[in-house]
């Protein structure tokens, strides 16, 4: 059976450590916006050409309230639950890793990412599991990390979506005289 000091103790431990990351932005250590577009990136050599694309990548206009974009149900079909709940799952990563090199990108928009304290926008690389944690008009606390964002915190949900346009496109179709088989995935 758990003491209550136990309980307590790791109370106080994760209350301070959830509310730690708020803190981060007010010391100028994290950085504060809404999450603004999901991609993920394909890097593949083919005949010695180095060939980049997406097979998804969905935006997010928080004025407007609109989701728009396009993805590849064959390349990353089970990541895109609804147009708030893309994930990247294990067995897709690991999938698209044997052929492509894989990188996830997010953009995070607020007051925080422009000089004049006007609205601006970041985009960056993060790693699968930040990706996964942030959806689309979600506000998150990320950390800058060279060409990197390390997601701090989320807040869910924070903004209201109006209307979604995401269309799905044959990856490797387009790509076929690339070196992608239609049957490869």
């Known amino acids: ?11 106080g431990v994760t209350l301070t450590a959830g509310g730690f990351g708020s803190c981060l ?11 603004q577009a999901k991609v993920v990136s394909l890097e593949w050599k083919y005949n010695g050409q180095q060939y980049v694309d997406e097979p998804l990548n969905i935006m997010f206009d928080r004025a407007q309230g609109d989701i728009v974009g ?3 149900p064959d390349m990353v079909g089970d990541s895109v639950h609804s147009p708030t709940n893309i ?3 294990k067995a897709t990563r690991n999938r698209l890793a044997t052929r492509f090199n ?14 004049e304290g006007s609205w601006g926008c970041s985009n960056r690389w993060t790693s699968r599991e930040d990706f996964n ?3 689309l008009g979600d506000r998150a606390e990320v950390r800058v990390s ?8 989320v807040y869910k949900n924070a903004a209201t979506v109006n ?20 049957h490869q995935w």
């Open 1 to 11: 059976m758990i003491s209550r000091r136990q309980v307590l103790g790791t109370m």
């Open 25 to 35: 932005s007010h010391l100028g250590v994290a950085k504060t916006g809404y999450i």
């Open 70 to 72: 396009s993805y590849d």
């Open 87 to 89: 994930v990247v799952s």
């Open 102 to 115: 894989v990188d996830y990108l997010i953009r995070v928009c607020g007051t925080d990412f422009s000089k």
């Open 133 to 135: 944690r942030v959806q």
């Open 146 to 153: 060279g060409d990197d964002f390390d997601v701090i915190d």
């Open 163 to 182: 209307s979604v346009d995401i269309r799905t496109f044959d990856f490797a179709e387009l790509h076929k005289e690339h070196g992608i088989s239609p």
